[in-house]
């Protein structure tokens, strides 16, 4: 047994795996070289192309265009392109790059390699003053060329990209970030020692307002023109007191702004007053802060709540600084008496409707050494004078008496009521018997008719009392000394008027329950017309009855007629 093997080619040239990629052939073997009468068989063959290089990228778009903000932070991604290849695996495999274009060194394209995309990063900041749109040329090539089919023309493609810069409002920049001021102590108010500068990075050129953060100033020693930011002095200085002075200086975009805040105390001030605090001496100077920014500045207007403002204790000054002080009245304060007062202090702008708020401050009230300064403060002990330390010892044991008494009556008086509470609470439980039995209703009259023992009196006639008892109608009516013998009427009559009877016994019965209630009767009838059958009674002389008939019922009853069938008379027993 030999074999042939079975040769497949290919019958057409440059077959395209990107159009068919997978062919099923049949395969029929016959013997006797194919002739007439010989076997065959078949089989299946499967032939699967595989890929090669033989496909270029291609970009879909050839101009691309993005919009970013110029606040787009550094390494951030500005777009995403990509160029299509037809083949699969490491032939579609490619790296982009950009090739020329405006701003180098402002971006940067790397290969995504799962989307096999090209990823555009920022790589410095994006300035819409400086430059607004960017123009870039980006070049798509295959990374595995086979150089079997570099005939078929340049593996690689080009597109274009455009990115805009889109502009965004940023704040104003000051041309030096640290100024150094000189001024001398003896400097005038409203002296000038320096000017700011800041400048709108936007196109728009917006007009710029300064301001001081009073945070720094609490004190107010100096002002800043809004429009000019020329700053200059607003109180006396004093270099021992204070060398040295940083101030914050904002400076804001040039807007409509309205008053829609009220001024407040610039910080929580602890004030302190000392015990022997002279009339008229200033012990605290206060300052406020507004949101609002005018432009003609601030001017705050200071001075104490309605209900405080006639008080005899302190009072307020304004200083037309745009601060206030707060000055006692009179000397000579206690702490013992009252140890912090609380001023509700008014504060108004100068606002467009103007605005107000009213700020507490608290004031202490303290111990302070000759040179002012707070040794102690708050609330002083009250202790009691004029009793010795025996006396209150003596009032301490009284009490402490009193209350073990208090004690131990309630304890006594406990320990007698309970015996009698739980006494009374057995009697009660012992007493109480319930009854949830119900009548049966209808169900009770269904053995026998009530009507028949109701009193028919009551029936007839509504208007006889319940509580009287009534008279016993009967349907025969018999002089009671005339009444026939129960056994002389008939039968039904017999059972009414022993019912009747025994009614009337019941109603005149002060011990019997109510009349309209069930009683029960026993009647054992007349008798029977024959009367007694008794065979004493049948013995006797003045027998009425007979017996000779017997003797003609038949052999049977031939003793019965021997016995009670003698016409003389003649015992039985004789």
Known sequence: MGSIPCVIRTALPNMDRETRDQYVLVIQAK??????????????????????????????????????????????????????????????????????????????????????????????????????????????????IDSDFLSLGPFSDTTSVKVTVEDVNEPPVFSSPLSKMVVSEDAKVGTSIGRVSAHDPDTSNSAIRYSIDRNTDLERFFN??????????????????????????????????????????????ETVLC???????????????????????????????????GNLNFTLRDNKDNTASILTKRGGFKRREQPVYRLPVLIVDSGSPALSSTNTLSVR?????????????????????????????????CIITLLVMVLLIVTMRRRRKEPLILEEERDIRENIVRYDDEGGGEEDTEA??????????????????RDVTPDTPTFFHYPSSTRP??????????????????????????????YDSLQTYAFEGSGSVAESLSSLESLSTDSEQ??????????RFKKLAELYGNSDGTSVFS
Not at 373 to 382: D, N, R
Not at 448 to 465: A, E, G, H, K
Not at 546 to 555: C, E, M
């Open 485 to 514: 013998p129960y056994k002389s009427l008939p039968d039904n009559v017999v059972f009414r008027e022993f019912i009747w009877d025994r009614l009337k016994d019941a109603d005149v019965d002060p011990s019997a329950p109510p």
């Open 31 to 144: 013997d006797m070289v194919g002739q007439m009468g010989g076997l065959s068989g078949t089989t299946s063959v499967t032939v699967t192309l595989t890929d090669v290089n033989d496909n270029p990228p291609r970009f879909t778009l050839k101009n691309y265009q993005y919009t970013v903000l110029e606040s787009l932070p550094v390494q951030s991604v500005v777009a995403r392109i990509k160029a299509a290849d037809a083949d699969i695996g490491s032939n579609a495999e490619m790296d982009y790059r950009i090739m020329d274009g405006d701003g180098p060194g402002m971006f940067n394209i790397t290969t995504d390699e799962d989307t096999q995309e090209g990823v555009i990063i920022l790589l410095k900041p994006l300035d819409f003053e400086t430059k607004s749109s960017f123009s870039l040329r980006i070049e798509a090539t295959n990374r595995n």
């Open 365 to 397: 009230v303290c111990d302070c050494d000759s040179d002012g300064e707070a040794l102690s403060c708050g609330a002083v002990a009250y202790t009691a004078t004029g009793l010795s330390t025996g006396a209150l010892l003596a009032i301490l044991g």
């Open 448 to 465: 026998f008719d009530m009507v028949t023992l109701r009193n028919l009196n009551v029936i007839r006639d509504p208007s006889v009392r």
């Open 275 to 309: 015990e022997n605090a002279m009339p008229g001496q200033v012990i605290q100077t206060i300052s406020a802060v507004d949101k609002d920014e005018p432009l003609s500045g601030h001017r705050f207007y200071f001075a104490l709540a309605a209900p405080v403002a």
């Open 224 to 269: 800043v023109d809004a429009l000019s930011g020329v700053i200059s002095t607003a109180k006396p200085l004093d270099r021992e007191a204070n060398s040295v002075h940083n101030l914050t200086i904002f400076a804001i975009e040039s807007l409509l702004d309205i008053n829609d805040n009220a001024p407040v105390f610039a910080i929580d001030y």
């Open 546 to 555: 007979n017996y000779d008939y017997l003797s003609n019922w038949g052999p």
